[in-house]
């Protein structure tokens, strides 16, 4: 392509310029638009208008255009007729139509009065083709009687823990009786705790070799979900070796589980499928459209998939709400069975009190009764109504007082070389925020929380990159040092070698920070980096009203990572913001499943 063909495709004009002024649409949109008319000779602004704003719906993590649904904002912009503005979407080269192949690939698809970018409706596509193939297969083979005589071997060599409540046993009869099934709830619902007892029935249920795996999204989810489930079977005779017939694998990441590679590209697919009896998915709410379709298409039909999570939490970063489209669908056991494949656990065993009730509050949208719960305070609630701002960290003096005492107990340790309570009190308190920059954002409470430290701690964060007693958050995969994105860490001194000390289950991994190529300081996180992970407190910042990113889901997410206390940052409004604000990512899957 020619300079000038290159300068023309990033400059707008006519409404593409109209709506990227209004900032109703990128400038990767403005280009994409331009480069598909230089290449197809569409001319038409509403096309070309359409293709920027697909494209920014993409950004914000839907996987399609909703043209019925959109909601032009406040400014005096020329939007198109909707009935005639579909007729030319229609009529364009650009633009597939109806969910029959094509025989020349277009770069856009309308259906149903949606527009999708076609990668994502391929992938849409090959996520509701392998599900329903799914379903309609014949369920497994399993014998009443034999499945009830496992459950009772289960519960004879499980010498301590809770009881399974009704739901949780239905869950462990139902992901065993079908090839695919969802079990959801919230922190605490018992969800680690249904896939140990399921795995102990597994075990005396089958009478051959059943390979099982254990995957998540991420790195320091995948560590969580293995610490639970080796605490949930530490009370049972079966463990690790100890399995009959079970082969467990340490649970990954879904990347390496599919040996993903540069570019996208996974080892494991439909010519080379994943060897598994049994997949477990814990945190599913974080899985995107494009990561789920590459799961389905590495699966083997008579595996069993066994889907974990909560679909009121976040979404995942990039585009698709599986979980919740799935949940929303509905999930038959077979074709024709009007039985569920779906349980949703919600007796929580970790919350009884204000917190849960917070939690439950924000769910249902009740925003007086959050409110009141806020402002009722207490040993576990704390809401302090401001517009924050990190320059008025040592002005809000439970929260300073706070910081400095987990900065000196986190120093302390880390420079007399005690890895592990360096990690605890890593933990014992985290700042969540909902924007990466901005002045609501991780950057500037980071900076503001070590300023802090700095007063209470002599001579702290003086010593060059790698200071004792800096928190550290990996940004990348490095599967040759088992470390994975998402992990946390302290720096230490070992043996008078500077170390980092991650967090790792009841023994801390030590890697050398010099192989660490990939890590930020971590005084603040986002409350998308927190999910999979839990606190004994949390104070959550809450940006100012009118912020895309101020929504039910992400109060919830934020809320339910503390286990003990949680305090809120921000003003009444923001909050009623939040409440009221349910994340909409427009999708097609949960619809078009359930039709």
């Not at 990033?10 to 008319?37: E, P």
């Not at 964060?461 to 490095?478: C, F, H, M, S, V």
């Amino acid at each position: 392509m020619s300079d000038d063909v290159f300068e023309s495709s990033v400059v707008a004009t006519g409404l593409l310029a109209d709506f990227s002024t209004a900032g109703a649409i990128s400038w990767n949109g403005v280009q994409l638009a331009r480069t598909l008319s230089w290449l197809t000779g569409e001319q038409r602004p509403e096309v070309l208008l359409a293709v920027a704003l697909c494209l920014r719906a993409q950004e914000s993590g839907s996987v399609c255009l909703p043209i019925d649904d959109l909601q032009p904002p406040p400014e005096k912009l020329a939007w198109p007729d909707r009935e005639g503005w579909l007729s030319m979407l229609a009529d364009s080269p650009l633009v597939a139509v109806g969910d029959q192949p094509e025989a020349n690939q277009r770069p856009l698809r309308l259906v149903d009065r949606q527009l999708y970018l076609e990668r994502n409706w391929q992938s849409e596509e090959r996520v509701r083709i392998a599900l329903t193939s799914r379903i309609s297969l014949p369920p497994p083979p399993v014998c009443p009687e034999q499945l009830n005589d496992a459950f009772e071997q289960a519960r004879s060599l499980a010498t301590s823990g809770p009881v399974l409540t009704t739901a949780q046993r239905d869950a462990v009869r139902t992901s065993i009786s079908s090839w695919t099934s969802v079990i959801a709830g919230g922190p605490g619902t018992g969800k680690t705790t249904t896939i140990a007892q399921l795995l102990r029935v597994l075990d005396n249920l089958v009478t051959t070799r059943t390979s099982v795996a254990l995957a998540s999204f991420t790195g320091k989810a995948a560590a969580r979900m293995q610490e639970s489930l080796d605490a949930s079977l530490a009370g049972s005779e079966l463990r690790g070796p100890a399995w009959q017939h079970l082969q467990v694998r340490p649970a990954t990441t879904l990347h390496a589980l599919l040996g993903a590679r540069p570019g996208g590209h996974m080892t494991r697919n439909a010519g080379n499928p994943l060897p598994h009896d049994l997949l477990i998915i814990d945190e599913m709410s974080m899985v995107s459209l494009d990561l789920m379709a590459a799961l389905m298409a590495a699966l083997r039909p008579t595996t069993r998939l066994v889907m974990v999570g909560d679909p009121h939490q976040l979404s995942s970063v990039d585009a698709g709400a599986v979980l919740a489209d799935i949940v929303s669908a509905g999930l038959p056991m077979s074709s024709g069975d009007p039985q569920s494949a779906i349980t949703e656990l919600t007796d929580s065993h970790r919350f009884t009190g204000p917190i849960q009730e917070l939690a439950e509050a924000i769910q249902a949208a009740r925003t007086d009764d959050a409110l009141d719960l806020l402002r009722s305070g207490g040993t576990e609630l704390a809401w302090i109504d401001v517009d924050p701002d990190p320059q008025m960290l040592a002005s809000i003096e439970p929260l300073a007082r706070q910081i400095m005492v987990q900065g000196q107990e986190m120093v302390s340790a880390a420079r007399q070389g005690r890895s592990e309570q360096a990690l605890i009190a890593m933990d014992a308190h985290r700042l969540l925020c909902a924007h990466r920059h901005g002045p609501y954002g991780v950057g500037g409470w980071s900076r503001a929380v070590e300023a802090e430290i700095r007063k209470a701690v002599p001579g702290y964060a003086r010593t060059g990159e790698w200071y004792l007693g800096r928190p550290l958050l990996i940004t990348r995969n490095a599967p040759d040092l088992q470390i994975s994105n998402g992990d946390t860490g302290v720096v230490v001194l070992i043996d008078d070698q500077i170390q980092v000390a991650l967090s790792s289950g009841d023994q801390p991994r030590l890697r050398s920070p010099w192989l660490l190529d990939s890590s930020e300081t971590m005084h603040a996180m986002t409350v998308h980096k927190s999910q999979g992970s839990e606190y004994n407190s949390v104070t959550v910042v809450l940006p100012a009203t009118g912020s895309p990113l101020l929504t039910r889901e992400l109060f919830y997410t934020a809320v339910t990572r503390a286990q003990k206390h949680v305090r809120i940052l921000g003003s009444a409004e923001a909050i009623a913001q939040a409440i009221n604000t349910p994340a909409r990512r427009a999708t097609g899957l949960g619809r078009r499943l359930n039709r």
